[in-house]
Nanobody, 127 residues
Framework: QVQLVESGGGLVQAGGSLRLSCAASVRTFSILSMAWFRQAPGKEREFVAA????????YYADTVKGRFTISRDNAKKTVFLQMNSLKPEDTAIYYC????????????????????WGQGTQVTVSS
């Protein structure tokens, strides 16, 4: 059984920063590709960022590239999302996801590829 628990969400002003964390309770965390998705009210869940099992490969949505950074600590079984220069349009529930999948963009950017999901953490950016 894989459990993913997100933390670090909250309310921040535009231009501010937040760091999300996702802790995994699974022995094989180091072989999972991990990602962050988000879902705003009335919108579909969208890809934000992904990282390969080794941490060597990362992918970002164009809307967050240059502002967000995904990273992981396999020893602590945790994946992070550093979010800088936040905008009101970044407001959403952010979900952590894990998958035993190949590390290509077409695979890791699709929510359907992920078997494991966290409960989500709310990020609200005020203007």
């Amino acid at each position: 059984q894989v459990q993913l628990v997100e933390s670090g969400g909250g309310l921040v002003q535009a231009g501010g920063s937040l760091r999300l964390s996702c802790a995994a309770s699974v022995r094989t965390f180091s072989i999972l590709s991990m990602a962050w998705f988000r879902q705003a009210p009335g919108k579909e869940r969208e890809f934000v960022a992904a990282i390969s099992w080794s941490g060597e490969t990362t992918y970002y949505a164009d809307t967050v590239k240059g502002r967000f950074t995904i990273s992981r600590d396999n020893a602590k079984k945790t994946v992070f999302l550093q979010m800088n220069s936040l905008k009101p349009e970044d407001t959403a529930i952010y979900y952590c996801a894990g998958a035993r999948a190949s590390s290509d963009y077409d695979t890791l950017s699709k929510a359907t590829r992920y078997s494991y999901w966290g409960q989500g953490t709310q990020v609200t950016v005020s203007s």
